[in-house]
């Protein structure tokens, strides 16, 4: 049986490429990655650590309205950041709404343009081992 030991991309539906990007690259500060090949469907690639994000510019087959305020009860990413403070001001300045972690943990819960649940959770980034 083979060993899973991690997760490679998560991909996620958006309504247009350029706007996700203004959030994702623009407000969060994420790398778009050029090695995306054409895959007949607009979209792009974003570097989450050693992980990505796969944006898919496709029709989204779920419902958009009616979904929970506070993301951590619909389905969601969850991604670890440096600070959850410094997160805030990013969104405060876009205006972009969030809800506060209910667990009591420094944690966030906000939604991307096309209402995809995003968490991110404070830790400290692990030092990095001598080569």
């Known amino acids: 049986m083979p060993t899973i030991y991690g997760i490679h991309h998560v991909s996620l539906i958006v309504a247009d490429t350029a706007i996700a990007l203004e959030f994702y690259a623009g407000v969060l500060g994420l790398k778009v990655l050029e090695t995306r090949p054409a895959l007949g469907f607009a979209g792009a690639w974003l570097a989450v650590g050693n992980q990505q994000i796969h944006l898919l510019e ?3 087959p779920d419902p958009i309205a009616g979904r929970p305020t506070h993301g951590g009860r619909d389905r969601h990413l969850a991604l670890r950041v440096s600070s959850v403070r ?3 001001v990013r969104l405060d300045a876009a205006q972009c709404a969030y809800t506060l972690s209910r667990s009591g ?3 966030l819960f906000c939604r991307d343009p096309d209402g995809n649940a ?3 959770i404070e830790e400290k980034k692990p030092a990095t081992p001598p080569a």
Do not use: S, T
């Open 118 to 120: 995003l968490e991110f």
């Open 58 to 60: 496709l029709p989204n």
């Open 86 to 88: 410094d997160l805030i």
């Open 105 to 107: 943990r420094q944690a």
